[in-house]
């Protein structure tokens, strides 16, 4: 019972420390070494880690416990989306060349990283940029495309997504 879950906490830890010292090797790395099932793992370990850091950022008009289930569902629910947007420009534009889950993976892994940051209000303007560098990275390292061609599936899913937040707030704010 101890070693398997020693062996999950070492390969978090692995992943954590290489996405901050050698974000390039780790996503040249990724898809021999990672699976759903640990992306997954990463994914709720710093979801939940974002969700209770960002109760410590002031004082909400709902209880904590709810607040920490709008935290935990916004960050995963963008992971989600983020990875779904990338995929489907990386389709229309370059045709199936990656699965889905290597998307999702690196859409994971370098969003994971930065909410062990983003809780921090004014830390916005730092993290943001770092997860599309991190995510640009990725789609050079790991799936073997050109700077032209990663760039330009960034800014289509950026742009679509902007847009479908726009239009969410515009519908459902006010």
């Known amino acids: 019972m101890l070693e398997p ?12 420390i290489q ?5 390039g090797q ?11 099932k640990r992306a997954l793992g990463f994914m709720v370990l710093c979801c939940c880690f974002f969700a209770m850091a ?6 909400y008009s709902r209880p904590a416990w709810i607040m920490a289930i709008i935290f935990f569902a916004n960050a995963s629910g963008m992971m989600l989306i983020s990875s779904l947007l ?7 534009i370059l045709g199936k060349r990656t699965s889905f889950s290597i998307i999702f993976s690196l859409y994971v892994f370098s969003s994971g990283v930065t909410l062990f940051m983003s809780w921090l209000p004014f830390f916005l303007w730092f993290t943001e940029p770092w ?17 032209k061609q990663a760039l ?16 969410a707030v515009i ?3 006010n």
């Open 152 to 167: 330009l599936i960034l800014v289509v899913s950026m742009t679509v997504q902007f847009f479908l937040i726009y239009s």
């Open 26 to 36: 780790f996503f040249k790395e990724l898809t021999e070494k990672t699976t759903l």
């Open 86 to 92: 990338g995929y489907m420009a990386m389709v229309m």
């Open 5 to 16: 879950t020693l062996k999950i906490w070492q390969f978090y830890s692995y992943s954590l």
């Open 171 to 173: 519908a459902f704010v």
């Open 131 to 147: 997860k599309w560098w991190l995510i640009y990275t990725g789609f050079k390292n790991t799936c073997g495309l050109t700077w």
């Open 54 to 59: 960002s109760l410590l950022t002031g004082a």
């Open 19 to 23: 996405l901050l010292i050698e974000p």
